[in-house]
């Protein structure tokens, strides 16, 4: 089953606007990561947030981890329209530990000119 | 240029037939992953390997196998008994994670997109 699980599945904003994507999880975690994937193409990590700290940032990416909730959030700020992709969250999980991500099913953004 | 490729790009196979996906890396990682993806979905793992000679079952593994008999290589064989082969193929590589200290940044591949008529 899918560890990850973002919300929502589509967004669509204009440029210049901030788009905020959530992401939840079933397990305990060592880590977990953010990815964005152009269409047809193959992911690209963004930022890795580990399981003792609370927020994060890299640019206009800011990523947030509450494991009390067991959610994380990615915020891209000031969008542009070449932020339209697909971005996905990923987990380890610290219960089986398994050495493997577990991959949500994506949040779909589209950024309109 | 160090990185990740896989090959071809597209592929088109009939329904009956086993066709295998290249996957090869660079980067001088000791793990590696293959991972499919339909339509609007997110990656389901199919195989995962740590170390040469050694791999584990991810979530999807039936109808697939796969051998790591190079660090550099992990190919990906889709048999005949994979009911809805039809699908978008991701490979990556990493550095091996610690189950206590948690997983690295995954590389990926552009993927290979694998048509069974």
């Known amino acids: 089953s899918q560890q990850g699980e973002e919300d929502p599945q589509a967004l669509s904003i204009q440029e210049g606007e901030n788009a905020t994507m959530n992401c939840s999880y079933k397990t305990s975690i060592n880590n977990l990561q953010w990815y964005r994937q152009n269409s047809g193409r193959g992911l690209v990590h963004l930022i890795l947030i580990r399981s003792n700290e609370r927020e994060k940032h890299s640019g206009r990416l800011r990523v947030t981890l509450d494991t009390s909730k067991k959610s994380s959030s990615l915020l891209i700020t000031a969008s542009r329209a070449a932020d339209t992709a697909s971005y996905f969250c990923?987990?380890?999980?610290?219960?089986?530990?398994?050495?493997?991500?577990?991959f949500g099913s994506g949040t779909r953004l589209q950024v309109q000119p | 240029d160090g990185g990740i490729t896989q090959s071809p790009k597209y592929l088109f196979r009939k329904e009956g037939q086993n066709v295998t996906l290249s996957c090869e890396q660079n980067l001088n990682h000791d793990a590696m992953y293959w991972y499919r993806q339909d339509p609007g979905q997110g990656l389901r793992l199919i195989y995962y390997s740590q170390i040469v000679n050694d791999f584990q079952k991810g979530d999807i593994a039936e109808g697939y196998s796969v051998s790591r008999e190079k660090k550099e290589s992990f190919p990906l064989t889709v048999t005949s008994a994979q009911k809805n082969p039809t699908a978008f193929y991701l490979c990556?590589?990493?550095?091996?994670?610690?189950?206590?200290?948690?997983?690295?940044?995954?590389?990926f591949g552009p993927g290979t997109r694998l048509t069974v008529t």
């Open positions: 990556a590589s990493s550095n091996a994670g610690q189950r206590f200290s948690g997983s690295y940044e995954q590389y």
């Open positions: 990923a987990t380890d999980d610290l219960d089986t530990g398994r050495r493997a991500l577990t």
